[in-house]
């Protein structure tokens, strides 16, 4: 199959209830009469959105408004269309409150955290046995997961490759506390089903993880046809090989919406906290228990949590990785903050300058 076609919103049965509106869409939608339409992107290419209606799919441009304030939407979000069939255009022109808001940050930028998708239920973070199965970069696509409020499962792909698939699952469980491990094989279908009780119709879920994982290959296997293109990952170089280029949402034959994502190169651990808590419960847990409630779990006394280490029950590596992300965190909110800060400057910059072109005028 070929990605040749820039039309990626495909036809489709579906009403928009099965694209998981809802009636709080219902009541944020009220407000539109006239010739608006409902509809959830899709897809996005370059600077046009391709958006599902109901039965069927438009392909639209954002409105200058929403240009303005550099609100673009997201693959996932529900928007409002300004559709003039007449004149043969879609225009978005609002986008309805996000349930959930998936982003990483951006490693190098400041404070701008990447969008990834809008409105996920479930994010199944894929990894594959042999060299991409690597319980840090799990750590840290868990801490991105929770901070968006999505559910996350961990999907673990290729197991044809492994000799002993529940070693994986169980390496994985260890780093990820109270969060389902699932390993499947995507090109022969074993333990794919397990995935069905996350698949439930009107939910979405994201697939997230390195290039190469098999995230398409597993698009495909449920979609029963191939609707992506794939690659041998004898292909990737060191860079790894970006064989899927954009987001894209799909629906699924149960009902499911599904979106692939491209493989992520950097993940960086972004701005918010909420992630870390839910990443790392065991040694919140444990850091109830410290003398000082600011414990950094590094000198201090009475730190029951490098007791922890000590007595062998709270592998180091993992409090090391707590560590690293907590300063990568506070980095990053720093960056953010001077970023506000900034724009703050330039804002109180630009009212002082229409303050004294307004003198001006009013000297004439
Ligand atoms: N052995 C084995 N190979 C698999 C499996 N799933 C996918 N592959 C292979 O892995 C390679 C990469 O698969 P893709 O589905 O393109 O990977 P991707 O995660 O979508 O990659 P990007 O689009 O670059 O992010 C292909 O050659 C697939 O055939 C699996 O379960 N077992
Ligand atoms: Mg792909």
Not at 15 to 44: I, N
Not at 255 to 278: C, F, H, K, W
Not at 310 to 338: H, M, N, W, Y
Request: with cysteine; hydrophobic share 40%; aromatic share 4%.
């Amino acid at each position: 199959m070929s990605q040749s076609n820039p039309r990626c919103g495909e036809q489709h049965p579906c009403t928009l209830k099965d694209l998981g509106w809802t009636e709080e869409h219902d009541a944020a939608f009220s407000k539109y009469t006239g010739p608006y339409l409902a509809g959830r992107v899709a897809c996005r290419q370059k600077t046009v959105w391709d958006v599902l209606v109901d039965g069927g799919s438009v392909t639209a441009g954002v409105s200058g408004a929403l240009r303005r304030l550099g609100r673009f939407p997201a693959v996932g979000d529900f928007v409002v269309l300004l559709d003039q069939p007449e004149a043969g255009t879609s225009t978005i022109v609002d986008i309805l409150p996000q349930k959930t808001l998936f982003a990483r940050g951006t490693p190098g930028r400041e404070g701008a955290d990447q969008v990834i998708a809008a409105n996920i239920d479930t994010v199944f973070i894929v990894t594959a046995a042999g060299h991409d199965l690597n319980a840090r970069r799990i750590e840290r696509y868990l801490a991105i997961a929770h901070a968006s409020g999505a559910r996350p499962v961990i999907v673990i792909n290729k197991s044809d490759l492994a000799d002993d698939p529940a070693t994986l699952a169980g390496e994985l469980a260890a780093v990820s506390p109270g969060i389902p491990v699932i390993p499947i094989s995507a090109v022969s279908g074993e333990g794919v089903d397990r995935l069905d009780p996350y698949l439930a119709p009107r939910t979405t879920i994201a697939l997230i993880g390195s290039s190469g994982v098999g995230k398409s290959t597993l698009i495909n296997r449920l979609m029963g046809r191939p609707v992506q293109d794939t690659s041998d990952t004898r292909d990737y170089d060191e860079k790894g090989r970006h064989t899927t280029t954009v987001r894209q949402l799909f629906i699924l034959a149960g009902g499911a919406l599904m979106i692939d994502n491209p493989g992520l190169r950097e993940v960086g651990i972004g701005t918010a906290s909420t992630g870390i808590a839910g990443t790392f419960p065991d040694i919140l847990a444990l850091a109830e228990g410290c003398r000082f409630s600011d414990c950094r779990h590094e000198e201090e006394p009475g730190c029951a949590v490098r007791a922890a280490v000590a007595a062998g029950t709270l592998p180091a590596v993992r409090l090391e990785s707590f560590q690293r992300l907590v300063q990568e965190l506070a980095f990053e909110q720093d960056k953010a903050e001077i970023g506000l800060v900034r724009l703050e400057k330039k804002r109180w910059k630009a009212i002082g300058k229409i303050q004294r072109d307004i003198g001006k005028t009013k000297g004439r």
